[in-house]
């Protein structure tokens, strides 16, 4: 993982990088950390989605915030029309059911994450790694020069994942 500041996503919030830098989450419980990435421009935009649908009076106040208004405004921060949409991959990261006690209706972490399937899938945009469900609260940081995630989960061992490959970041010779 690169040294230096992260750029963090907060709840609702939406951050773009371009070419380098280090974006992350932080805390995401039910939460989704929503990553597109644009292997022909090497950006990558990051919302920390928070419910699945917005209501029409807040649905533009924070676009980050909700599945179905984040999505359309990563590829808006991006500049991807979505006819050309599927060129992006996708990222997954949360999405847990942190409350055992909770009622089942609620789900909002399972939501979540059905929801931006569904947005991803009607795009043509493959997830290229998901860590998402369960009960842990997780927190990741994503290099986006050379596509090393690291995702760190409540009570366990750090994961890092090279998604290089699977992301199309080619290597430049030294």
């Known amino acids: 993982m690169a040294q230096g500041k992260v750029l963090l996503a907060g709840m609702g919030e939406i951050v773009v990088a371009w ?21 022909r421009t090497h950006a990558v935009a990051l919302a920390h989605v928070m419910l699945p649908e917005a209501s029409e ?3 533009f106040q924070q676009p980050g915030k909700y599945a179905t208004t984040a999505v359309p405004a990563l590829l808006r921060v991006l500049d991807v029309p979505p006819a050309f949409a599927s060129r992006l991959r996708a990222i997954l990261i949360g999405g847990g059911e942190l409350f055992k006690n909770r009622s089942q209706t609620l789900r909002i972490g399972e939501r979540n994450v059905e929801t931006l399937h ?14 998402t469900r369960g009960n842990s609260g997780r927190s990741f940081e994503f290099d986006v020069e050379t596509g090393y995630l ?6 366990s061992a750090p994961i890092e994942q090279n998604l ?3 992301l199309g970041i080619v290597r430049k010779a030294s």
């Open 164 to 166: 290089a490959t699977v």
């Open 118 to 131: 569904r947005l991803l899938r009607e795009l043509r945009i493959p997830v290229v790694y998901e860590q």
């Open 57 to 59: 009076h807040d649905a």
């Open 150 to 155: 690291q995702v760190r989960a409540v009570g």
């Open 19 to 39: 070419g380098k830098g280090v974006v992350g989450c932080i805390g995401l419980g039910s939460c989704v950390g929503t990553l597109l990435f644009d292997p």
